[in-house]
């Protein structure tokens, strides 16, 4: 089969070549998918940069994120049957033409919904529900601040919070970006680059939750903004990862901070957390409340020009590899 390879191990966009990998067989509890669409990620970048290895059962090959059809059943996998319509959650293995996951780890795809679109969702949306639904705890009513609001996980995040009846406050760079978010549903959306976002998230109530992929450069503003009992939650650092904490302030709103990674995690909990989305975040995705803006698709033998999209920054949304 066809993979995306990275040569010489990791380094620039340009490294990435397709060479010929044997293709991989279901074993017991997993099902083989015949990869229609690829999401490309942030962590791809990371893994091609020698950054992010992949875990030790995982394969070395990029991509955590797929849709196509089901191809081949393992033995002791009762859901799903050759030819189901599926995309699914990886740790690696997705920038190829066929893919091997844990069964519990896939998802139906939307009989409305196309490969490109489908491939967009296992990796934000099982990020955002891990993070702003469950460590977040985000409850209707309550107001949500993103950072880096039009990522592909800004986008999805603001879809899935305002379905669970939240308010939102987006940042992002620039009028194109801030208009971006308003009309994926952002209640107040903000200039990343303006003086004034204390001020203007102070005078909106604050934020009860924040979804933090920035990292060092807005820990201040964090601290600042986040109401009593306030939750911040870092998935990401791209400005730094060692910030100032005022642990007083902490301790006196009492704020919890926390972060994670999702890739890493045990097939037990990822089978969880799956489980959890299919209940919670499905059907607002079979509903059309939560379908993420595609910014680019990119044939597998281009994913060098895919991962310069992401890298440059000016995305809105998800960029995707078609196979």
Known sequence: MRVVEIRGGSGPAGCLF?????????????????????????????????????????????????????????????????????????????????????????????????????????????????????????????????????????????????????????????????????????????????????????SFGGADVVLDMVGADYAALNQAVLNPFGRWVVIATQSGAMAQVDLARLMMKRITLTGSTLRARPACEKARLIAGVEATAWPWILSGAVRPPIEATFPLEDASAAHLRLEAGGHIGKIVLTV
């Open 18 to 202: 397709v060479g010929e990998r044997p293709e991989p067989i279901a074993g017991p509890g997993q099902i083989r998918i015949r990869v229609r669409a690829a999401g490309v990620n942030r962590p791809d970048i990371l893994q091609r940069l020698g950054r992010y290895p992949a875990p030790p059962s995982a394969s070395d090959i990029l991509g955590l994120e797929v849709a196509g059809e089901v191809d081949q059943v393992g033995a002791g996998v009762a859901r799903w049957s050759v030819e189901d319509r599926v995309c699914a959650l990886l740790g690696g293995g997705g920038y190829a033409e066929f893919a091997v996951v844990d069964a519990r780890h896939a998802l139906p795809v939307p009989e409305d919904m196309d490969f490109v679109q489908a491939a967009a969702l296992p990796e934000t949306v099982c990020t955002v529900f891990a993070n702003v639904l469950e460590a977040g705890a985000l409850k209707a009513g309550e107001t949500l601040l993103i950072h880096g609001a039009t990522s592909g996980i800004g986008v999805t995040a603001i879809q899935m919070a305002k379905a669970a009846g939240a308010r939102v406050i987006a940042t992002s760079r620039g009028p194109e970006k801030t208009g971006a978010a308003r009309r994926l549903g952002a209640d107040l959306s903000l200039d990343a680059s303006a003086s004034d976002m204390e001020e203007a998230i102070r």
